[in-house]
């Protein structure tokens, strides 16, 4: 049986470096980024902490074997060679997906069934199985994914992505996602005591994730995962990293964070979904303009996602808003602001250049995120 296994968090673009300073925050030293995913060595126990704890992360993949392949002889062998029993039980069903760029083997379908055919040959031999496998135990979701033509064996342990936490019941017409709304927070240097307002908040994913990370909060404690069923992962394993993420849960840390949106459905949904998150009245919610923003601490944090204005017709709405909020922040030096937008231009309505930028991508949209520091009082 593993003790120590490969993991791989996949991320968005530009996320990369959230990830893999949240698996050294994990513990886990051995940590190296590629370009959308972050690999690292750990003990099996790592599999239910970092599919609980990883809040950057859209996945947790568990790598079985990485070889090139230029035929499909050697994708086969290559496959079979691996030691697919350590993981796959003997009744374990295990469909193969599959992706390919830039290869020699560029045919996914049959790249899936080859691997498939290889992992089943395998299994029979070292199971001792004359007949088929049945395929009706737990489910491992194998992956085979070449990219110039190198090939990567994984199987998923996550199930449904993690930016599924379990919370959102409602939404808008462009929520967030949970991972990229965790980036956005950790890029600040926001702390759980200090003022935080989100007036943009739509269905509530920026303040509820600032929630959870103010009271340390798993994002996964509410939902399941693929590998919650699986042979090789100790049932002690699972119930120990639950109860590490209760004993790290600080439910008694004060938060002042508040949800503001000009639309009252809005205010509801993110109500209802953090509700949904455990976080019973612990975020203030309101229906307001961001124009009429009023803030009666110093030192606070301002986080957004306001719309972008690609849609004819919005474009010339939106940079007024935009100027409005420049204006508004006038009043409050002390203020960090942290915008998140695919408008190049915002720094010109806003009225001030950014103290920094980033670029991330919003799904498939290109956008920046615009971070102005505050003059601490
Ligand atoms: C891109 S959405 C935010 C999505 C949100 N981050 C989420 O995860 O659901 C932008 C939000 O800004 C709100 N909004 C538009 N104009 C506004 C204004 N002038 N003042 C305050 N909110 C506004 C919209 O109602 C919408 O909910």
Redesign the pocket.
């Known amino acids: 049986m593993a003790s120590n296994v490969t993991l791989i968090a996949t991320a968005a673009m530009g996320i990369e470096a959230f990830v893999a300073r949240e698996v050294k925050d994990l513990g886990y030293e051995d940590v190296k980024v590629e370009n959308g995913r972050v690999l690292f060595e750990a003990p099996v126990s790592a599999i239910p902490r970092s599919n609980l704890w990883l809040r950057t992360a859209d996945r947790v993949r568990l790598l079985v074997g990485r070889f090139k392949a230029y035929s499909f002889d050697e994708l086969f062998e290559s496959t079979k060679a691996l030691p697919w029993e350590q993981f796959i039980t003997e009744d374990g069903e295990f469909p193969v997906i599959g992706k390919s760029v830039k290869s020699k083997l560029y045919s996914v379908p049959d790249c899936q069934s080859i691997v498939k055919k290889a992992i089943v040959e395998r299994l029979k031999q070292k199971y001792g199985v004359a007949s088929i496998l049945k395929e009706t135990g737990a489910f491992y979701r194998v992956e085979v994914a070449i990219h110039k033509d190198e090939v990567l064996l994984t199987i998923d342990t996550s199930g449904s992505g993690l930016h599924k936490r379990g919370y959102r019941v409602g939404?808008?017409?462009?929520?967030?996602k949970e991972t990229l709304?965790a980036a956005l927070v950790q890029t600040t240097n926001w702390k759980p005591d200090q003022p935080f307002v989100?007036?943009?908040?739509?269905?509530?994913?920026?303040p509820i994730e600032a929630a959870l990370i103010g009271q340390n909060i798993a994002p996964g404690f509410n939902r399941e995962f693929a590998s919650e069923n699986w042979n090789f992962i100790q049932d002690s394993h699972w119930d120990e990293a639950f109860q590490e993420a209760e004993d790290c849960a600080n439910y008694d840390q004060p938060l002042d964070i508040t949800g503001?949106?000009?639309?009252h459905e809005?205010v509801e949904i993110a109500k209802t979904n953090a509700m949904e998150a455990g976080l019973g009245d612990l975020v203030k919610w309101k229906q307001?303009?961001?124009?009429d923003f009023n803030p009666r601490k110093d030192n606070g944090y301002l986080i957004g996602?306001?719309?972008?204005g690609e849609r004819m017709g919005d474009r010339e709405e939106v940079e007024n808003?935009y100027r409005?909020l420049g204006v508004r922040m006038r009043d409050y030096p002390s203020w960090s602001v942290y915008i998140l937008t695919s408008n190049e231009k915002f720094e010109k309505f806003y009225g001030r250049e950014a103290t920094k930028k980033r670029k991330l991508f919003n799904g498939f949209i290109k956008t920046d995120y615009y971070q102005f520091f505050g003059k601490k009082q």
Do not use: H, R, W
């Open positions: 939404q808008g017409e462009a929520p967030l709304a989100d007036p943009f908040c739509g269905s509530g994913t920026i503001s949106d000009i639309s809005m307001m303009q961001v124009k996602n306001p719309p972008y808003m409005d």
